[in-house]
């Protein structure tokens, strides 16, 4: 297998794909949650709340387990809170607020590493790079 064909995404990539819809963040909750629902089942917890008394459910904290980690988004209205919690035997020990850009590199790695154990997640990771 070349470099080329290697099944480890770039980095880079994934992260300024997730980074795209950063301008409307309604969107860009809503997509990522979406996206990462498809790319790591399993591995990712999306909680939705309706919006008024018959309004669409919207997505309001998007949880990804990665490892030894739990990194997480939360949305109030137009507002984005981040963080990493560090975690031993699934207990939280420590957590830690990350700026937004932080917090997307440290998904796209976490993502990766995924897409490295996992064909499935290794094609679903493409199709969020590639088919945007």
């Known amino acids: 297998m070349?470099?080329?064909e290697?099944?480890?995404p770039d980095l880079d990539l994934v992260a300024a794909a997730l980074r795209a819809d950063l301008s409307?963040?309604?969107a860009f909750v809503e997509g990522l949650a979406t996206r990462l629902e498809l790319a790591?089942?399993?591995?990712?917890?999306?909680?939705?709340?309706?919006?008024?008394?018959?309004?669409p459910r919207l997505v309001s904290e998007i949880a990804v387990d990665a490892?030894?980690?739990?990194l997480t988004l939360r949305r109030d209205g137009g507002r984005i809170q981040t963080s990493r919690a560090r975690l031993s035997g699934g207990i939280v020990?420590?957590?830690?607020?990350?700026?937004i850009e932080t917090w997307l590199t440290a998904l796209a790695v976490a993502v990766a590493a995924q897409a490295q154990?996992?064909?499935q997640t290794r094609v679903a990771l493409q199709q969020l790079v590639l088919d945007r």
């Open 117 to 119: 154990r996992s064909e």
């Open 40 to 55: 790591l089942p399993g591995l990712v917890q999306v909680k939705r709340v309706r919006s008024g008394l018959r309004g």
């Open 24 to 26: 409307d963040i309604a």
């Open 6 to 8: 290697s099944p480890s």
């Open 93 to 99: 020990i420590r957590t830690e607020a990350l700026d």
């Open 67 to 70: 490892g030894d980690e739990r």
């Open 2 to 4: 070349t470099p080329e």
